[in-house]
């Protein structure tokens, strides 16, 4: 995850209006804070889906937690101490509670059996795995490729929200190994606070162990 990156996959197109895309706006629209917020102690490890843990940058502390919105869909937040009580910085673990397409689960595993960076046709090929990052309305990719990461393969994906210009980094996980059914960790900042607090998102996914 470190070193030069190579210029972005895809120019980006001229703004224009579109549906938010991100994670955190999408919890907004299901669940208020007062009903979602519950910032408690700050936290050392998570476990969730395939990730049996992941030890959390020091002093980050729960925000948003939602889950069955559809199926068996989850969503826990983690935030930044300067960022508790805000919705700016965050480390994201969601699942959408239903599996994907056939199509697509099979371009996602045949995408993860070897480390490269993505084309873009491979990049599409996933379609709704995105979820709306595919749009170059709405999405800046700057990279998407795949790595081993402690023993298993997985997609990482590099850029920005066209709308509201915060960064984000995801991985993507074929928690079924089949590839239909996806969970997704993605960290979220406003430029200035990504490049600061990106160090702790990598060592942070550097300690994930597998189930």
Do not use: C
Request: charged share 20%; proline share 4%.
């Amino acid at each position: 995850m470190k070193g030069d990156a190579p210029p972005p996959l895809f120019a980006q197109q001229k703004q224009s209006s579109s549906r938010d895309v991100s994670l955190n706006k999408y919890l907004v629209t299901q669940k208020s804070p007062e009903e979602g917020r519950a910032v408690r102690d700050a936290v050392r490890s998570h476990s969730v889906g395939q990730i049996a843990s992941i030890l959390l940058p020091n002093q980050w502390t729960t925000g948003y937690g939602l889950n069955n919105v559809v199926g068996n869909s989850s969503y826990d937040e983690f935030v930044p101490p300067s960022s508790a009580g805000s919705t700016k910085a965050r480390l994201e673990f969601f699942y959408r509670g239903t599996q994907v397409p056939e199509n697509e689960a099979a371009a996602f595993q045949k995408i993860l059996s070897s480390g490269h960076v993505l084309s873009r046709e491979e990049y599409f090929s996933l379609g709704s795995i995105l979820r709306g990052k595919d749009r170059q309305s709405a999405f800046q990719v700057d990279l998407a490729w795949t790595a081993r990461h402690n023993g298993k393969s997985v997609l990482m994906i590099e850029g920005t929200f066209i709308e509201d210009q915060m960064r984000t980094l995801i991985m993507l996980i074929d928690a079924g190994n089949g590839g239909a059914v996806v969970q997704e960790v993605a960290f979220t900042a406003a430029e200035n606070d990504y490049a600061e607090l990106k160090p702790q998102i990598e060592a942070a996914l550097q300690s994930v162990k597998w189930r």
